[in-house]
């Protein structure tokens, strides 16, 4: 059943794995979650990475610390809030900038870094210490975004949905959202997506399956597609998510709402009979009111 497939960890919660992971970071979703399309890793104070090629691409996320991403003869430094997309087949390294202790998430896709830690061969990675790296990626598709940049899209949205990667960047295996989740989201289904989020700050309240789970800074929730859910806020000021959609394509939905947005809602909120036409393009529908 879909509903199996829900996840809810805590904070500093792992998923299984078949062998401890290194202390401080632990697995948020792994390939047998995500049906292989990413893999998300949270890291506190992990250990330097030394210059690395590997056949994914790479996402990392600072939630609070320094990194230095190395890339391309560059140094670039992340900061609190600051993301990296890390080209698969192009040598870089992160590393820690300071004796603080920092803390990231890591965003792996295609997914597989969770099974490193088991065998790094079968999934493509090859740290450069004792071997030659071999590069056959596109350096053009690296990019840094500051705190509260987004990735230029159709048109210009609010900064509460800052696009941190576009589905276009992953080949539609996903996009990466951080959103202020302000107004209730009416239940809905996703049809094809699964929608993964961590909580920054304050409160969400996630509503799946008829149950009401309040999710706080730290925890993870995996919502399979299929099944009905609805999000609200529960604190003041409203919550601040990383929302993952995978297949990609919520960033896409995003910019079609607000440009349609004074045609969908009533009162100031929007209205499902409106908005189902919009939403079909994404394989979604909004529950209508009896």
């Excluded at 790296?133 to 609010?158: C, H, M, Q, W």
């Amino acid at each position: 059943m879909s509903e199996d497939r829900f996840i809810l960890l805590d904070a500093g919660a792992s998923r299984p794995t078949s062998i401890p992971l290194p202390p401080g970071t632990t697995a948020k979703a792994g390939v047998a979650d995500t049906d292989g399309r990413f893999t998300l890793i949270e890291n506190h104070d992990g250990d330097d990475a030394l210059p690395h090629v590997h056949t994914f691409d790479e996402i990392v996320y600072v939630l609070d610390g320094e990194l230095g991403v190395e890339f391309d003869g560059a140094t670039h430094r992340l900061i609190q809030g600051m993301c990296a997309f890390l080209p698969r087949g192009v040598t870089h390294a992160v590393r820690r900038l300071s004796d603080a202790p920092t803390h990231a998430l890591q965003l792996c896709t295609p997914g597989g870094w969770d099974g490193h830690h088991e065998d790094v061969v079968p999934y493509g990675t090859r740290y450069g210490v004792d071997g030659e790296i071999t590069e056959n990626g596109d350096k053009s598709r690296f990019y840094v975004l500051a705190k509260g940049e987004a990735r230029p899209g159709r048109l210009r949205v609010p900064p509460a949905f800052s696009s941190k990667v576009r589905s276009t960047d992953t080949e539609d295996r996903l996009s990466l959202l951080e959103m202020v989740v302000a107004q209730e989201i009416p239940r809905h289904v996703h049809h094809k997506a699964d929608e993964s989020i961590y909580v920054l700050d304050g409160e969400l309240l996630v509503e799946f399956a008829d149950r009401v789970h309040p999710v706080t800074p730290g925890r993870f929730v995996l919502l399979p597609h299929g099944v009905r859910h609805a999000l609200r806020p529960g604190s003041t000021p409203p919550p601040r998510v990383l929302q993952i959609s995978s297949p990609g394509g919520w960033e896409c939905f995003v910019e079609d709402l607000i440009e349609a947005r004074s045609r969908i809602t009533t009162g100031g909120r929007f209205d499902a009979r409106k908005l189902n036409p919009i939403a079909a393009k994404y394989d979604i529908t909004y529950e209508e009111p009896s």
